[in-house]
Nanobody
Framework: VQLQASGGGLVQGGGSLRLSCLLFGRTFSNYVMGWFRQAPGEEREFVSSISNRGDVARYSDVVRGRFTISRDNGKNTLYLQMNSLKPEDTAVYYC????????????????????WGQGTQVTVSS
């Protein structure tokens, strides 16, 4: 299985971006999906996770209310809609996948994911 993230770029503070992550090689609806980010000199941190059917989502405190995670299982694609962006949101954003038969699960720890995309850079100017 492979993940390919896209949609990053440069945006002014207060602006919006939508990230996408395409899963290749397996049945997308069998995977819990997550977004993480890593700023220079920082640890990779959890942003959001969504269950395999899309019925449950979880957000970090710093993005809740501004970011929305979603998925289209028919298109094998995960999304992260990012609104009201701040300079502190600047980071490389990574999508991740974890196989799960059960529904209504989400994962918030890096160690719980076993497949990672290559990352996409998001830069927010002040």
């Amino acid at each position: 299985v492979q993940l390919q993230a896209s949609g990053g770029g440069l945006v002014q503070g207060g602006g919006s971006l939508r990230l996408s992550c395409l899963l290749f090689g397996r049945t997308f609806s069998n995977y819990v999906m997550g977004w993480f980010r890593q700023a220079p000199g920082e640890e990779r941190e959890f942003v959001s996770s969504i269950s395999n059917r899309g019925d449950v989502a979880r957000y970090s405190d710093v993005v809740r209310g501004r970011f929305t995670i979603s998925r289209d299982n028919g298109k094998n694609t995960l999304y992260l809609q990012m609104n009201s962006l701040k300079p502190e949101d600047t980071a490389v954003y990574y999508c991740a996948a974890r196989f799960a038969y059960s529904t209504s699960l989400y994962y918030t720890s890096r160690d719980q994911y076993d497949v990672w995309g290559q990352g996409t850079q998001v830069t927010v100017s002040s």
